[in-house]
């Protein structure tokens, strides 16, 4: 698998390390694309992708006639927020519009599940979901999210909104669940039809500002790190690693809801929380509501390997409710391609739309 992976992001991931890490601290200048080129083997274009990689995530930043320097830095919980370039995504929209899942290629799909499954949508789905789907989903995001997740820890669910109510249930209504302020509508809503007590977090220009974090006296955090709805506002990958150091303390959770992420106009999608959290403590949400149709009522959660057994003991007596129909849809869709090509189709527009 390695032997594919792209020079640039090899390059990438070695700089990014060594800035985590600490072997490039803070404030420390990045060497110039052609040092880099020559010290590491490779061409001054793999050398000038990798950087523009590590600004666009928030690990540095350029500065006029000066070159690159780091500006991810973590210290007694404070996280030095970098900074964001423009255009980071398209702006969201009610209806599918020029997004649209392309009709002509829906309907194939949907007449060719006709054909090939028959009765076999009739039949009740598992009550985590088809395992087509599930396994699709589970080959999808180790692809495109860095999520390493075996189909047996995906749950399909009729929408982001029943997955969070799901949650509750998981992980109990007793808990304080801290939710981004601003933050979208439906959230706050399901959480408080649930009798749970909310605790709003202040967003600052780069993700919750880093005293509301502290000062919290959430157990659960509910946050949208690729863009939090209204505010538009995107954490920074210092500001996820901050998420990350406040899920270290005992019997905490996350709750990463990865709403339109397939979007992002970066040429690598941001890593998630969840491939970066070492205790599996965050779930992981997301729907096809943008990238398909708001129709389909599908979403789906990823659970870690030790949530697995309380999910089964607290909420697995749930049947499933999305139809089979839907989900072996999605299920040929994702393993067919088309999904995929789709996404990176609106995303090469989407860049050029960003350029001019």
């Known amino acids: 698998m390695k032997k594919n992976k792209p020079a ?12 985590v890490s600490g ?16 010290d590491r ?31 991810y830095r973590e210290s007694d919980g404070f996280i030095q927020p970098a900074v964001r370039p423009e255009h ?22 949907m007449r060719r599940v006709l054909s090939e499954y028959g009765e076999e949508i009739l039949v009740r789905p598992p009550h985590q979901g088809c395992k087509e789907l599930r396994e699709a989903l589970s080959s999808y995001l180790a692809r495109n999210r860095g999520i390493r997740a075996t189909p047996d820890q995906i749950v399909i669910g009729a929408g982001a909104e029943y997955l969070y109510g799901l949650v509750t249930e998981l992980l109990g ?13 439906k959230i706050e809503q399901v959480y408080h039809s649930r009798g749970v007590q909310v605790d709003y977090c202040p967003l600052g220009k780069d993700g919750i500002l880093s005293e509301a974090l502290r000062n919290t006296s959430a157990s659960v955090l509910h946050i949208t790190p690729f863009r939090s709805f209204p505010s538009g506002v995107t954490a920074t990958a210092s500001k996820r690693r901050e998420y990350l150091h406040w899920a270290d303390s005992p ?41 398909v149709s708001p129709s389909f009522r599908v979403g789906y959660m990823v659970l870690s390997p030790a949530l697995l057994p309380v999910f089964e003991s607290r ?33 090469r527009n989407e860049r050029k739309g960003a350029e001019v």
């Open 315 to 347: 909420v697995g007596f749930y049947s499933c409710t999305v139809p089979a129909f839907e989900q072996y849809v999605l299920a040929e869709l994702i393993s067919g391609g088309e999904f995929e090509r789709h996404i990176n189709r609106i995303r």
């Open 23 to 38: 072997v490039r601290p803070f404030g420390s200048r990045l060497p110039s694309r052609r040092v880099l080129a020559r």
């Open 173 to 185: 209504g007793s808990r304080i669940y801290g939710i981004e302020a601003p933050s979208y509508q």
């Open 88 to 109: 980071r995504f398209p702006p969201a929209s009610p209806t599918p519009g020029r997004n649209a899942f392309p009709f002509p290629t829906l309907a194939k799909i």
């Open 8 to 19: 640039y992001l090899t390059l990438y991931e070695s700089l990014r390390e060594e800035i």
């Open 41 to 71: 083997g490779v061409s001054a274009v793999t050398a000038e992708h990798s950087i523009e990689l590590l600004c666009e995530e928030g690990y540095a930043e350029p500065r006029p006639r000066s070159g690159y320097y780091v500006v």
């Open 251 to 291: 019997d905490r959770y996350i709750v990463e809801d990865d709403y339109e992420s397939e979007f992002s106009l970066l040429r690598k999608p941001e890593e998630t929380l969840f491939a970066g959290a070492a205790r599996g403590n965050v779930i992981y949400l997301n729907t096809f509501s943008r990238t």
